[in-house]
T-cell receptor
């Protein structure tokens, strides 16, 4: 079993829809949770960063962490074609430790 | 300058040759991570540095892989006697562990023929 599980998709939704992306994990030591966006042939770009459980909102993006269920989510409101990319969840334990990535979900927003 | 740079951007080599990949992190970021990404796959952890030391090198696939970091800045990843399965994009990330500010470089696309 992988430490971090993420549905690879692809996920295709119409412009303006709410998108929900999710990851599950098995290591209860994870404390820092991140979401990255990766466009084709580019390096990942950090979108959201959350410490421990709770919600965090930044513009159209909301990240949720439920440590009791070992489940994290990223919601995108009013999705735009420019949001089309691969979204990767990632997490780590202590401040100085390796970051484990999910395999990424390919998202396509249809105009 | 701004951002993380990696060189070369593309490298094509013959099986059995050695290659050296370079990462220039953001000044002041003490943590530096190396990852490998195969086509359509997620990021596979290789090694990370805190300053010049590597507390976790558990992701290096074999003893053909090594990495070093000097002066708390530039890092090089060396692959000896390359094999076709080494073909991938090698990414490095520069991170400020206090603020979690982090940036990935554009990657080096390695092709082993």
């Amino acid at each position: 079993q992988k430490e971090v599980e993420q549905d690879p998709g692809p996920l295709s939704v119409p412009e303006g829809a709410i998108v929900s992306l999710n990851c599950t994990y098995s290591n209860s030591a994870f404390q820092y949770f991140m979401w990255y966006r990766q466009y084709s042939r580019k390096g990942p770009e950090l979108l959201m960063y959350t410490y421990s459980s709770g919600n965090k909102e930044d513009g159209r993006f909301t990240a949720q962490v439920d440590k009791s269920s070992k489940y994290i989510s990223l919601f995108i409101r009013d999705s735009q074609p420019s949001d089309s990319a691969t979204y990767l969840c990632a997490m780590r334990g202590s401040s100085a430790s390796k970051i484990i990535f999910g395999s990424g979900t390919r998202l396509s927003i249809r105009p | 300058g701004a951002g993380v740079s990696q060189s070369p951007s593309n490298k094509v080599t013959e099986k059995g040759k050695d290659v050296e990949l370079r990462c220039d992190p953001i000044s002041g970021h003490t943590a530096l991570y190396w990852y490998r990404q195969s086509l359509g796959q997620g990021l596979e952890f290789l090694i990370y540095f805190q300053g010049n030391s590597a507390p976790d090198k558990s992701g290096l696939p074999s003893d053909r892989f090594s990495a070093e970091r000097t002066g708390g800045s530039v890092s090089t990843l060396t692959i000896q006697r390359t094999q076709q399965e080494d073909s991938a994009v090698y990414l490095c990330a520069s991170i400020n562990l206090n603020t979690n500010e982090q940036f990935f470089g554009p990657g080096t696309r390695l092709t082993v023929l």
